[in-house]
């Protein structure tokens, strides 16, 4: 039997039986739901064109500019740089936990189209 308790950060509160009651079924379908407009997200062909090219002028900002910014501007750059990543691997984790939500409710509904 598959442990339904904890889909990769959306936890399903389903007790120590991991049998899947409604309203485990309910936040599987909210994490399934979820995981598939992050995939979206993440395939959007403009927020990638977003990314890359902020990415790429705090990039550029950061090399260049070394002497008239003084450290704090740099390290304001970089950081502008880590949190990119960090916004594209939220949206990858949120579709990753919806890919095993889906599995989980295929799981329980094997017959579903």
């Known amino acids: 039997m598959i442990n339904y308790k904890n889909i990769g950060g959306e936890a399903a509160r389903c007790g120590d039986s991991g049998i899947v009651m409604p309203d485990d079924e309910h936040k599987l379908l909210l994490a399934r739901d ?8 993440l395939e959007n062909a403009l927020l990638k064109e ?21 450290p704090e501007g740099r390290e304001r750059l970089w950081n502008a740089v880590q949190i990119i990543g960090k916004v594209r ?3 990858r984790q949120v579709a990753t936990d919806g890919h095993t939500a889906a599995r989980f409710l295929d799981d329980l509904h094997p017959n579903k189209l």
Do not use: V
Not at 34 to 41: E, S, V
């Open 89 to 91: 691997m939220h949206l």
């Open 34 to 41: 979820r995981g598939q407009k992050a995939d979206a997200l």
């Open 50 to 70: 977003a990314f890359a090219t902020l990415e790429a002028d705090y990039i550029d900002a950061w090399k260049s500019n070394e002497r008239s910014m003084g």
